[in-house]
């Protein structure tokens, strides 16, 4: 990892109009560019509204290839820039085979590496058991020229075992792009609850490896197809350091280029501070391979 | 696990005079019946000061056995107020080898289980690795009449997979009794990274497991036996519920008896509404009993 590494996240809203986001999308690299960042990160599945709040399989014509057109374009700018983008895109593999992939452009516009999210959620609003086969390149960070990066997707923020294994494979920071709200029919103290929760998880990825995070969430209300209901999307996108701590991060409603610096050298000496890898009990974890204990 | 449970934890200073401190957690034992807890969490090796911040061999005539001395006092508490308590204890299992050993006294006095701790730290002022022989139990939580406690220790604190496994195995909450504080040269900014990635990492075990933590640390200044330095033990103890929300907490100096209640219903519905359990990658987890991947 470079000695000072400038990293940013872009939270925006991703409506029906997909050439507009993108293009909004672009607007903000060009942004995080003119700061100097290294390093941008888009939201989940950026390109448009999130399509998984009902089980259509007409959603399945937003699907593309990687690389495909939408790589093609992100991978100029990337190049342009001399920026290393972080999207995720809606990937057609092959007929009736689709994975929620992030996709990493290095500076020179090639692609780095991709990542297929691996934990599915399916819950009431969020479908993506229909979509979205489980991702079957494992937990490996991606090599890039400013490091190696741990990107994860959205529900995989959930699970320690995925962060884990990214450090323990060598990622340098844990990115997770993501698409999460609340469901307007909960109450505010449920919907605060569930907001802190998110932050608490990721922040914890960052204190149990000692490794930056960065959390990039969309924003805006998004009705679902029956207008019965929707989902209002929070938000709250953060950059963490080593220790978990927030160095910045965006409300639940703005529009926000997310930029800061990271100082590899305070990374490595919180990780000598805090030495848990030393003291990991791996002759003891076995049992993190079954599904229960009964 | 009942259907409403009251669980409290005992925040105090633990100073040189072990009969005192004994005495003090009793009496505030006494206070959590007085309040129907069905259980009460004491902090780590409360019966004196901590130790280890030096290597002197004297300091293992402190070790009990289990069954022992402390262990029978504690067993007769139990039993009159009938209540649950963890203690945690410096154990002599045999000459030279030595634990730092979680006891559950259930309700009928009788010890329901131990739990010697797994992950041993050693770092300028918390030399444990020299006293302390790294348990030999495993991560089982303890069967008591109020449920399956998931009782780990201190710097178990800091691994997502001890909470993993105690949940996989059947815990219905995870307890830490601990002894952590802040060196005073550090700087205040400082501090209070260690104190919020203490807590935060904590509360992320709540939230990855969907059940609720105890955590309960010591107060007070101790002086090294060097007298050059020392830790400023900071409190903070806390009980969070399953989506790890602080349900009451204590601040870095007082001495207090944390007590509330956990509603088990909601427990169970915050995991079914947040089902992560369904969805681990146990198919891709085996490389979390590697050291690192080179």
Redesign the interface.
């Known amino acids: 990892m470079k000695s000072t590494l400038t990293v940013s996240a872009v939270q925006q809203p991703c409506d029906e109009d997909r050439q507009t986001n993108l293009d909004f999308s672009i607007e903000k690299i060009h942004e995080a560019a003119a700061k100097n960042a290294d390093l941008v990160v888009l939201p989940e599945l950026h390109l448009g509204p999130y399509f998984c709040q009902s089980e259509d399989y007409n959603n399945f014509d937003l699907a593309q290839t990687i690389p495909g057109p939408t790589t093609a374009i992100l991978s100029d700018v990337a190049k342009e820039l001399d920026i290393v983008i972080v999207s995720t895109i809606f990937e057609k593999r092959a007929p009736g085979l689709y994975h929620n992939t992030a996709v990493v452009f290095d500076k020179d516009g090639s692609i780095a590496g991709k990542y297929r999210k691996?934990?599915?959620?399916d819950?009431p609003g969020f479908y993506e058991k229909y979509y979205f086969t489980?991702g079957d390149l494992?937990?490996k960070p991606i090599e890039t020229s400013i490091g190696k990066l741990g990107v994860l997707v959205c529900?995989d923020q959930?699970?320690?075992?995925?962060a884990?294994?990214m450090a323990?494979?060598?990622a340098e920071m844990l990115i997770y792009p993501t698409a999460i709200g609340w469901d307007p029919e909960d109450t505010p103290v449920e919907q605060q609850?569930?907001l802190?929760?998110w932050v608490?998880?990721q922040?914890?990825h960052a204190?149990?490896n000692g490794i930056p995070v960065i959390s990039c969430n969309r924003i805006g209300f998004e009705q679902a197809p029956d207008l019965a209901t929707g989902i209002n999307f929070w938000g709250n996108s953060f950059i963490a350091g080593p220790?978990?701590?927030i160095i910045i991060s965006a409300n639940d409603s703005e529009t926000k280029l997310l930029c800061c610096t990271i100082d590899s050298a305070r990374v490595e000496r919180v990780r000598q501070?805090?030495?848990?890898?030393r003291?990991?009990?791996?002759?003891?974890?076995?049992?993190?391979?079954?599904?229960?204990?009964d």
Do not use: C, K, N
């Open positions: 691996m934990h599915i959620p819950d489980p494992g937990f529900w959930w699970y320690p075992e995925a884990r294994l323990l494979a060598g609850r569930q802190d929760a608490t998880i922040r914890s204190v149990a220790q978990g701590e501070i805090w030495p848990f890898l003291d990991r009990r791996i002759d003891e974890y076995g049992d993190l391979t079954r599904r229960f204990i």
